[in-house]
């Protein structure tokens, strides 16, 4: 003979018991991901270590040498090409597009928007993005912007430099950066 | 338990009734006691039972409510898998650069008999193995033997993949072993371990318990960049003048930090015993001997650097004292003589500037031989080198200190030296007079890194002034690199053959440091029996091999130390490098 209360009793039992089941195969199923993540992180650390390796590998100085001498030609720096303190470092001749009024500094660091192109792609390339298509529809003008020599930023800053003190020394015998960066954006 | 009737307080009990002659009628009889007992057991024995009930069920309201308390004990099976650590921690140069590492690689191999299909097989490993020779590897899964091996060293992505394939009869063996990303650049400093990951050279053998320990990457005082241009200067010097070898180390002068070390010929760590193929007649144990740390030569002229250093710290000779070295001096069978004299009375910055065999020899003997050996003990020479390396040599000195051994020893002849302990004390030399140890860890910015004072302040400054002559005026003016005020001392030493010095087999080497106004860096490099060439119009001595190579390995490491470049003709460096005496006077190029 069922009573009420005993019939309550024994569904509260049961689904408590169900509940519980419930909740500890869930907590079984995510303790199994738990460990199948931390397998998969310690893959991952051993792959980074293998990637590391490869990496300082392929950065050896011999390689990067090699990789210089076919795509860079830079040569070390020479003490004369250094400029060690702010008073070495000549004014901008007023004579440049600067506006009138404006601080010099703040005239040449202001990037032109179509100057501003050939770093972004470079970035993208930086980043990661290496699809050929994806960095040419970054450029919609033409690459040659960064061969674009007298109205490149560093270009300019030399220049002023060289126009307002001549060095006391031969040109540089290496390509300027902003060649080499129009060289490497066209060469695809 | 039914209550038995109580006959005897009955007040009517029937006739007939007899009272049973059993016990249990006995109010207090054997039987009564009996079930009294066996009640009180039926009661303790329900009590227990009640105990353990209410043990089980309050422990299953502890599992259930307080889960936490217990869960650590019922969950072990779900332990996280740690990561296993490398047998070796990692060895990193000054900049966090990779210079060793343990990489676990897997290596496949196969059971033959097992495989079923061998050209499926073949076929499904061609799909990972790209480069696959498949009929080799065809008949050798059909070869019937128990064991091949089908890739060694895979990486991770191909031990998936192989996995994933589900091949029968393939087997993995793990083995950590320990890569080199650099190759050969670091050999001998670094060094190498055996199959079982036992450091067999360098650094691997002397840090070898602590690489084991530790669980964070060693960081040593080596810098790549530094150690790649040292290593091809040195390369270049030996090609260029057909030597046999040679060496380099850089130094910080005032750590003792070790900047680069090369020895050449090398050998390449990852494979030890593989010919190498830039010195193919150099035999193994030669490649593997480290000249720096381990062998020990007869330094030549670079001696006189701690000779003139010693004669002006006691006071045997001053800036402006003049020793005649006019005449050569004959000892006994033995003729001291100079390589390009000037037959004259010489000051003290002209002994040094113009490299005087004899106006050292007299230099020496003014010192005396107890006040020498005092010295020389003092600045680290006469004993094993201060170096944490395992591969140290000793240098080799007379047992019995004679005044021809006193003069010998005064331009570096009769005593061998390890160029690392050489090295070492030129850097107490030029850093003030502090004698550090060398040292292959890095020394953490800014840590000042005890010493011992070896000679005054001021005779350290005398022989920074010394030490910059040589590179203006003297012997070494090869290694002048504008804006970076060098200094330095040539030697060049006919080597020992069959207990003669033999004409034409020299030995090379230059103490150079920059800048001289506040010295930072201290470079030796050493060549071993060069040989004249056109360029060189037929010298193989120091001034015409190493030196021009210092001042190569400066112009380049310089920007990279980040050192300021000054102009050495400024009145004021011009002042603090020159000695007073010779001031606003013109000096005589060697």
């Known amino acids: 003979m069922l009573r009420l209360s005993t019939l309550f009793w024994i569904l509260l039992v049961s689904a408590a018991a169900a509940g519980m089941y419930a909740v500890k195969y869930r907590v079984q199923g995510l303790e199994h991901a738990l460990i199948a993540t931390e397998k998969a992180t310690i893959a991952e650390q051993h792959e980074i270590r293998v990637l590391d390796a490869e990496w300082t590998y392929l950065n050896r100085p011999e390689s990067l040498a090699q990789m210089n001498a076919r795509f860079l ?104 950066l902003d060649d080499l960066i129009a060289r490497i954006v066209t060469s695809r | 338990m039914v209550a038995l009737p109580r006959f005897d307080d009955n007040p009517c009990p029937p006739r007939h009734f007899k009272p049973p002659p059993c016990a249990p009628l006995l109010p207090d009889g054997p039987a009564r006691r009996a079930l009294e007992t066996g009640r009180t057991r039926l009661v303790l024995a329900a009590a227990v039972f009640v105990l353990l009930f209410a043990v089980v069920a309050g422990r299953a309201v502890q599992v259930m409510l307080f889960g936490e308390d217990v869960a650590g004990a019922s969950i072990t099976r779900f332990r996280i898998p740690t990561p296993p650590l490398p047998d070796r921690v990692d060895i990193v140069d000054r900049n966090g650069r990779l210079l060793a590492t343990s990489l676990g690689s897997p290596s496949l191999y ?89 450091g ?65 010929p090398d050998f390449d760590p990852n494979h030890p015993e593989r010919p190498d193929r830039d010195y193919p007649n150099a035999s193994w144990s030669d490649r593997a001997f480290d000249r720096m740390t381990l062998g020990d030569y007869e330094v030549g002229s670079v001696y006189k650097t701690f000779t003139l250093a010693m004669a002006l710290d006691c006071g045997a000779a001053t800036m402006t004292s003049r020793f005649d070295a006019s005449h050569n001096i004959h000892i006994g069978r033995f003729t001291i003589s100079d390589y390009h004299g000037k037959h004259r009375p010489l000051t003290v910055p002209e002994i040094f500037m113009y490299s005087s065999n004899i106006g050292a020899a007299k230099v020496a003997l003014a010192v005396g031989a107890e006040r020498q050996k005092a010295y020389l003990r003092r600045f680290g020479l006469l004993s094993r080198p201060q170096v944490d390396l395992d591969e140290r040599g000793r240098p080799h000195y007379p047992s019995d200190w004679r005044p021809i051994n006193v003069m010998t020893i005064g331009f570096g002849h009769g005593i061998s030296e390890t160029p690392i302990q050489v090295a070492t004390a030129a850097s107490a030399m030029i850093n003030g007079g502090i004698l550090r140890p ?96 056109k360029a060189s119009h037929g010298y193989a001595t120091a001034g015409w091999t ?22 050495e003709s400024a009145p004021a460096i011009v002042d603090a490098l020159t000695p007073k005496s010779m001031l606003g006077k013109k000096i005589e190029v060697y």
Do not use: C
């Open chain 1, 73 to 176: 030609s830079l040569v070390p720096i020479t003490a004369k090409e250094l400029r060690t303190s702010v008073a070495d470092i000549p004014m901008r001749p007023a004579s440049t597009t600067a506006p009138k009024g404006a601080p010099m500094t703040l005239a040449a660091a202001a990037p032109s928007p179509r100057l501003r192109i050939v770093p972004a792609a470079l970035e993208k390339r930086a980043a990661g993005q290496t699809d050929p298509a994806a960095a040419a529809g970054a450029s919609p003008a033409p690459p040659v912007a960064g061969r674009d020599h007298g109205a490149g930023r560093a270009a300019a800053g030399y220049r002023a430099r060289t126009a307002a003190a001549p060095l006391s020394h031969a040109p540089r015998r290496g390509r300027s």
């Open chain 2, 110 to 198: 196969a059971d033959p008999r097992q495989v079923i299909d061998a050209a499926a097989a073949v076929r499904k490993l061609a799909t990972v193995f790209p480069g696959l020779d498949r009929a080799a590897l065809y008949q050798k899964l059909t070869s019937g033997k128990s064991f091949v091996w089908i890739k060694r060293r895979l990486t991770p992505r191909q031990e998936a993949m192989v996995n994933d394939l589900g091949i029968p009869g393939l087997q993995f063996d793990h083995e950590e072993r320990r890569i080199y990303p650099y190759g050969d650049l670091f050999a001998h400093v670094v060094g190498y371990t055996g199959i079982d990951n036992r």
């Open chain 2, 200 to 264: 067999f050279a360098g650094v691997e053998r002397a840090y070898d318990s602590v690489l084991k320990k530790r669980r964070q990457p060693l960081q040593l005082s080596l810098d790549v960049r530094l150690q790649y241009i040292l290593r091809e200067e040195v390369a270049r010097v030996i090609r260029d003048f057909s030597a046999i070898g040679g060496g380099g180390i850089i130094m910080n002068v005032n750590t003792g930090e070790i900047l680069a070390l090369v020895s050449l």
């Open chain 2, 438 to 533: 060398a040292t292959v860890l890095k020394v953490p910015p800014g840590q000042r890194v005890p010493g011992r004072r070896v000679i005054s302040p001021h005779t350290s400054e005398e022989m920074r002034k010394l030490l910059r002559l040589v590179v203006e005026y003297g012997t070494a003016r090869f290694a002048e690199v504008p804006g970076y005020v060098v200094g330095g001392k040539t030697g060049t030493a006919e080597k020992v053959v069959h207990g003669v010095y033999a004409r034409h087999k020299l030995l090379s080497d230059f103490i150079g440091a920059f800048p001289m106004n506040n010295p930072q860096y201290l470079i030796y490099m050493m060549v071993d029996e060069p040989h004249g060439t």
């Open chain 2, 546 to 567: 190493v030196v021009p190579a210092t001042g190569r390995v400066i112009a380049r490491i310089a920007p990279l130390l980040g050192v300021q470049p000054v102009d």
